[in-house]
C-alpha cells in the first residue's frame, strides 16, 4: 500500500503559476503510474494527467495541454503537477493518483489516493 499526500495549492491571479506536489509514503510510488485529477464545485471529477512508472510517457487532458507538465522523481518518492498560464476554469480540489495499472489511473479506477489539495486561480 502507499499513502499519498498532497500539498502546494493555494490561491493565485489568472496567468500565475502553482507547482502541486504528491509525497508517498509506504511502496515506493516507483511501483505505481501517478496521476493528477480536479473536481471543481457542482462537477465530477476528471483527469488532469498522468505519468508512467519511470516517467517515460506522460497524458494530459486537452484542457491542460500545453500549460501543465506531470513530472515524478522516484528516489525522493514524490510527483509533481507544475501549472502555468493558469486560469479561472482551472479552480478545483487538485488530487494525487496512484495504481499499479496505466489504464485504472487514466480512467481515475486505481486504489490510492490523497486527501486532495485546494487550487483557486482568480480573475
Known amino acids: 500500500q502507499v499513502q499519498l499526500v498532497e500539498s502546494g495549492g493555494g490561491l493565485v491571479q489568472a496567468g500565475g503559476s502553482l507547482r502541486l506536489s504528491c509525497a508517498g509514503s509506504g511502496n515506493p510510488l516507483s511501483t505505481y503510474v501517478m496521476g493528477w485529477f480536479r473536481q471543481a464545485p457542482g462537477k465530477e471529477r476528471e483527469f488532469v494527467a498522468a505519468?508512467?512508472?519511470?516517467?517515460?510517457?506522460?497524458y494530459y487532458a486537452d484542457s491542460v495541454k500545453g500549460r501543465f507538465t506531470i513530472s515524478r522523481d522516484n528516489a525522493k518518492n514524490t510527483a509533481t503537477l507544475q501549472m502555468n498560464s493558469l486560469k479561472p476554469e482551472d479552480t478545483a480540489v487538485y488530487y494525487c493518483?496512484?495504481?499499479?495499472?496505466?489504464?485504472?489511473?487514466?480512467?481515475?479506477?486505481?486504489?490510492?489516493w490523497g486527501q486532495g489539495t485546494q487550487v483557486t486561480v482568480s480573475s
Open positions: 505519468i508512467t512508472w519511470s516517467g517515460v510517457t506522460t
Open positions: 493518483h496512484a495504481d499499479e495499472t496505466l489504464v485504472l489511473v487514466t480512467k481515475g479506477r486505481g486504489d490510492y
